[in-house]
Each structure stands twice: as structure tokens, then as C-alpha cells.
């Protein structure tokens, strides 16, 4: 019996056992259909005692030898994540599962927004813990990244509004279980799994604005999320609605993109290797910087590496830093992006006809490939710049204050009064669903700052709905 259940050893959360009546019981994490997991267990009977003695303590010494797995955690709750039912979601599924696993948790309900951000910044005494957690949403995990990437900074005395300076990887994971669908994140708890992934640091000038993990997007997605958020009462609807009425307006914007091209064996975005778990690209990135660690740090422009510069006008701009697939674009914005490379996928969407953008949306949603226009560029990129036409104009003339005075008092009114029919000067970019206060900005790449409880993107069919319910 010990045998067999060697074989799953790196799945075994839990195991309790009866003294008197002979038997022991083995929880553990089976795989089902869609990529979801199902917590099970396997009892054991045995006449003699100290046969079940022995069962018993030789799974526990197994166990004991995966020094992966989390012991001590800190657990963040949103309330109103899955419904308002986040808090019964952790007490009634997730809790019992951290006890049989033997894990000890310290659970905060968080009472307003940044709430986990702030006590992970200043407070929270992590040196006893192994991990963090949060149970909620986009915005609890965002909340938790900035904060522990913000604590990490501070300890190891790095200026985050510095872009000369490297920032400190986190030695603590994280941890998300969504509050809807929550068994395809509490397996990769139970067995230590560990993920790297890379963030993008947002700056304006000398001033640190934002981390990004997944998606920054100017233009279009700016446009849609800005409107979205003056529609918030109408629920989820308000972003077909906003992305109906963004396409219909059609509005591009000027600008100058500059950026610092990927090397070496980073592959392109077009060459179809996706990121999955064990990504060979990934782990080469984590190989190299092993390597590098051992060697003087060269700046980019010691190293000799070339910006390019692209001017023109853009219907989009966006930054890919994973696949960003979901139901509605099964491949995602950038099919080949990968989480751990230290790069982010550069898109350009160059002006065009109403129909031709439609088209390049269209082709997120099946199996053609989105790039394939003559007004779309994608790049590979470690950093990148962008700077808006109207500041451009500001920094290069100095207008004179007699005809400056009436053309600024006439754009203010283009702004406020759209029926016009002026072009508005620029976007704003959304970052990971959040607006940012500024448009001109610079984006560096980290690689591998930080580490998530998980397994890596697996394999699965390009139309199946990664949200369907999973079994408990």
C-alpha cells in the first residue's frame, strides 16, 4: 500500500489516523476534467497496530521531505469578492483543507481598498510566514504585488522611482485563490508548487507610478476602461458597452514609441512557442540571471544596445507581459508572451479603417493570427518609452502666450463638449484595470521579481472555457 501511495506523495495535503479502531486515512488532490482539481482520500485498515503505526509515520516522514510546502501563511480576504461570499468561500472550503494540511494561517478580512497593500507595506511582521495569500480578485491580488514588492524595496534600501536601479526580488510567494472558482489554486498550496513571473515597473519622469503584471494598453483599452468606469452601476455589461462605443468612435492618437529590443533566445511573438508549465524559455531566463549574479552589471548602453524609435498615430498601444487569454480572446492579446522571459510583447496598432480594426479584434476571438495586417507591429521588448504628440509640441515650442491663450481655451472646450467632433488629444493608459494618471510614461521589464503558489499555464484546447466550474 505505502508503495502506491509513493507515487502521489507530491500530492498529499493531509493524513489522520484512529488508534483504536486500525485504520488510517490519506487526503489528497486528484485531477479531473478542465484542468480542475478534487480533493479526495483513500482509508487504510490494517488488524495489527503497530502495521498502522508504521503507515502512518512513513507518509508523514515522506511529506516532510517536500520543503516546498508552505507551513505558516498570511491570509487576505476581500468580503465582497465571489458574490459577498469570500469569507463563508474561505471558512467552509479553504480553512479546512489548510488544517488537515497541517498549515497554520493568520486570516485578515480587509475593511476598505488598499487595505492589504498598506498593512503588507508597514505592518505585517513577515518573517513568519512563507507565503502571502489573498483570496479575492485582480484587484486583492494588485493590492498584495505592490505591497510586498514595495516592503521588499524598502528593506533592501532600493529607490523605486529610480530607474537605474534594480529591484530586489521577493523571497515570499503569493498566493490567489478566486473567490468563484477556487480548487485550481488551492492544489498548488498543497504540493509548494512555486511560478515565477515577471513585473513591469510604470514610471513618469523621476516619479514611480504602477507595477504591471498582465496588460498595459493605451488607446483602445484605455478608452473602453475610462468610459467603463462612468458606467460602473450597470455591472459587467458596461465594458460591451463602452468597447461598442470606443470601436464606433475611432480614435487614434500621436505619438513617439521608443524601446529597447528583447536578445538572445527570447524568442518573437510570432514564433508560436507558447509559455507553459516548464516554459524552456523561462527556465533559461532563470538560468541566465544565476550566471549573471556572479558578474559586474553593464548598463544597456556600455552593452551597446540600440533603441528604436517609431513616431506616428496609433489606434492602440499595448504591453503584453502574459497571454492575457480569457474567454472571449481564447489565445489571448499576445499568444506566445511569456510570464518569466524579462520581457513584455509590444503591440502597435497603427491607424486604419474602421473595417480593418475590426477585422484585427475579430481575429482575437478564433484561431487566425492577429498580427497579420500591414498596420500592426509587435515587438519583443525590456523597456519601452512613450510620449504623447501634444507633449512632444510642449517641450520642443514655446508658444506665444497671444495666440497660445485662445487655442488653449478652444481645446478645453473640444474636451469638455465631444459633440464637437474634435479629436481628443490623448488616451489614458489602463494598467492591469486600473487608469493612470499619466500618459507619458517609461516601462521597465523585471524579470522573475516575483513568485506565485503555482504550476505554470497547462496545456489546454484553445476554445475551452478556462472558467468553467470545477468540481469539489
Not at 300 to 323: P, Q
Request: include cysteine; aromatic fraction near 10%.
Amino acid at each position: 500500500m505505502i508503495l502506491i501511495m509513493q507515487v502521489t506523495f507530491y500530492l498529499v495535503f493531509g493524513i489522520m489516523w484512529h488508534f483504536h479502531l486500525c485504520f488510517s486515512a490519506v487526503f489528497y488532490v486528484e485531477r479531473m476534467r478542465q484542468h480542475c482539481w478534487r480533493c479526495s482520500n483513500v482509508t487504510f485498515h490494517c488488524s495489527e497496530h503497530s502495521m498502522c503505526l508504521l503507515w502512518v509515520q512513513t507518509i508523514r516522514e515522506q511529506l516532510a521531505l517536500l520543503t516546498n510546502r508552505p507551513k505558516n501563511l498570511l491570509v487576505y480576504i476581500n468580503p465582497y469578492g465571489g458574490k459577498q461570499r469570500g469569507k463563508q468561500i474561505y471558512d467552509h472550503k479553504v480553512a479546512p483543507i489548510f488544517s488537515r494540511a497541517s498549515v497554520s494561517t493568520d486570516v485578515i478580512v480587509t475593511e476598505r481598498a488598499n487595505h492589504a497593500r498598506d498593512h503588507l507595506k508597514t505592518e505585517a511582521d513577515l518573517k513568519k510566514y512563507d507565503g502571502v495569500v489573498c483570496v479575492g480578485g485582480d484587484g486583492m491580488f494588485s493590492e498584495m504585488m505592490h505591497g510586498l514588492v514595495s516592503r521588499t524595496q524598502r528593506e533592501a534600501g532600493v529607490d523605486e522611482n529610480s530607474m537605474e536601479e534594480t529591484l530586489m526580488p521577493c523571497g515570499l510567494r503569493i498566493g490567489i485563490i478566486p473567490a468563484a472558482c477556487f480548487f485550481k489554486s488551492i492544489s498548488a498550496f498543497s504540493a509548494g508548487d512555486s511560478q515565477p513571473m515577471d513585473v513591469c515597473s510604470v514610471h513618469n519622469e523621476d516619479s514611480f507610478l504602477r507595477y504591471s503584471v498582465s496588460l498595459l494598453g493605451y488607446g483602445f483599452y484605455g478608452d473602453v476602461l475610462t468610459d467603463s468606469e462612468r458606467k460602473r452601476w450597470m455591472g459587467p455589461a458596461r465594458y460591451d458597452i463602452s468597447g461598442v462605443k470606443t470601436f464606433l468612435s475611432h480614435r487614434y492618437y500621436e505619438g513617439t514609441v521608443s524601446f529597447l529590443p528583447a536578445e538572445g533566445d527570447s524568442g518573437t511573438p510570432r514564433d508560436k512557442m507558447q509559455c507553459r508549465s516548464g516554459c524552456s524559455i523561462c527556465l533559461q531566463t532563470s538560468s541566465d540571471q544565476l550566471v549573471s549574479k556572479n558578474e559586474d552589471s553593464v548598463s544597456d548602453a556600455e552593452c551597446g544596445d540600440t533603441w528604436t524609435v517609431i513616431r506616428g498615430k496609433f489606434l492602440a498601444i499595448n504591453a503584453a507581459s502574459m497571454s492575457c487569454a480569457c474567454p472571449r480572446s481564447p489565445k489571448g492579446l499576445s499568444p506566445s508572451a511569456h510570464l518569466a522571459d524579462g520581457t513584455t510583447d509590444l503591440i502597435l496598432v497603427r491607424k486604419c479603417s474602421r473595417l480593418n480594426f475590426l477585422c484585427h479584434l475579430l481575429r482575437h476571438t478564433n484561431k487566425e493570427d492577429q498580427f497579420d495586417h500591414s498596420f500592426v507591429e509587435v515587438y519583443r521588448v525590456k523597456q519601452f518609452r512613450f510620449t504623447p504628440r501634444y507633449q512632444e509640441c510642449d517641450s520642443e515650442v514655446d508658444l506665444r502666450e497671444s495666440g497660445a491663450t485662445g487655442k488653449r481655451f478652444l481645446s478645453q472646450i473640444c474636451r469638455e463638449h465631444r459633440a464637437c467632433g474634435c479629436m481628443p488629444s490623448q488616451s489614458n493608459w489602463n494598467c492591469d484595470g486600473e487608469i493612470l494618471p499619466h500618459t507619458a510614461i517609461q516601462v521597465l521589464v523585471h524579470s522573475q521579481l516575483i513568485k506565485l503558489f503555482a504550476r505554470g499555464i497547462e496545456e489546454q484546447p484553445v476554445f475551452e472555457d478556462p472558467y468553467a466550474q470545477c468540481a469539489i
